[in-house]
């Protein structure tokens, strides 16, 4: 999480670029590093055979929350008129549970 959130207040706040956008971008950089992380380490999955599976089901997976994400955040900016990282910070805690339980599916079958 560390990586989209750096990635979402940089682009955000340095280069001034519009937050959905950041979120958009932040987001493929954050799933490069976390489908690495869950395949190698949290999930110990370092067998390549199942690897184009898994690598095909978390990006659609991925896909969905971005959608989401991107959708939610949105909202909760321009209509609830909360601040954008406070917005993020609650969407990542229901968005980090659903994604836990559905990638430990995806990578220990």
Do not use: C, P
């Amino acid at each position: 999480m560390a990586v989209y959130y750096i990635g979402l207040y940089t682009l955000t706040e340095f280069a001034h670029v519009w937050y959905v956008l950041s979120a958009i971008i932040a987001f493929v950089l954050n799933f490069l590093v976390n489908f690495t992380l869950m395949k190698l380490w949290t999930f110990r999955g370092k067998g390549s055979k199942e690897i184009k599976r898994q690598l095909v089901t978390y990006f659609i997976m991925a896909i969905g929350f971005l959608v989401a994400n991107t959708t939610l955040l949105y909202v909760l900016v321009e209509y609830a008129h909360i601040q954008y990282l406070v917005a993020q910070g609650v969407l990542t805690v229901f968005l980090s549970i659903a994604s836990f339980f559905i990638t430990r599916k995806i990578f220990t079958n």
